[in-house]
């Protein structure tokens, strides 16, 4: 399985880093689009603009090259030895997939409790919530080709296109349970990941604080139908 890592070229340090994590395993560095440097103004910032624009580039680049799917790889990102069977085997892929996650973010994730694909020590399970992160994940053509159709506009991060609701553009995106992989907080995590790793929660008060007590039982009952439409349930997918 061709393996890509997006890697900025004022990043040479974690380029040192994942040549090491990888442990020989052959990739094919991108030079990430710069968010610094780029002439955007829209709905993103320039960092997720870039970010989104350089996944593009790959998800075309696997299109063009006929290979029926292949391994991206953010370049701040922890690995675990379960990885390298993961991505030198294929016998374990579904035989229907638009892409697979690799990665855990360690936040609650609706995911489906039925079909469970058994893949040795480890389950595959869709995704039917959000799961932030693109930091590792395989994708086939096909998922491919809609993540480029949906993507055009510039107007959501990689993160959500992918694995927020992937069902709404009718893709089928499994999570590795439990993940071998996870992004490094030890190094910067960029911001077009919204820094997720450091969001300071402000609480709501007055009115605001109201407005959210009477909306809660309705979004309890939102997440319980869901649940039940999809025989899912609410998993924190460990780093393992």
């Given amino acids: ?95 229907k997939f638009d892409s697979i996650k690799l990665e855990t973010f360690s936040m609650p994730t609706l995911l489906q409790k039925h079909p469970v694909i058994k893949v040795r020590d480890r389950e595959l399970k869709l995704i039917r919530s959000a799961h932030w992160g693109t930091a590792a994940y395989i994708i086939s053509r096909g998922g491919a080709e809609r993540m480029l159709d949906v993507s055009k506009n510039l107007d959501r991060p990689t993160d959500w296109l992918l694995y927020r609701e992937p069902h709404v553009y009718g893709c089928y995106a499994y999570q590795v349970i439990p993940a071998p992989c996870r992004q490094d907080a030890g190094l910067v995590v960029p911001d077009q990941l919204l820094n997720r790793f450091n969001i300071k929660r402000v609480k709501p008060k007055g009115l605001k604080k109201l407005s959210r007590e009477i909306r809660r039982p309705f979004g309890d009952l939102w997440q319980w139908l869901r649940s039940r439409r999809w025989k899912s349930a609410y998993e924190t997918v460990e780093f393992s």
């Fill in 1 to 95: 399985m061709k393996i890509y890592l997006i890697n900025l070229d004022r990043a040479s340090d974690r380029l040192e880093v994942m040549t090491e994590r990888l442990k020989g395993i052959p990739f094919e560095r991108f030079p990430a689009i710069d968010g610094k440097t780029l002439d955007y103004e829209g709905l993103l910032t320039r960092n997720e603009a870039a970010c989104v624009m350089s996944h593009r580039v790959l998800w075309q680049r696997l299109i063009d090259s006929g290979d029926p799917y292949a391994c991206i790889l953010e370049d701040d990102i922890e690995i675990l030895p379960r990885f390298f069977d993961l991505v030198q085997n294929t016998d374990w892929l579904p035989s």
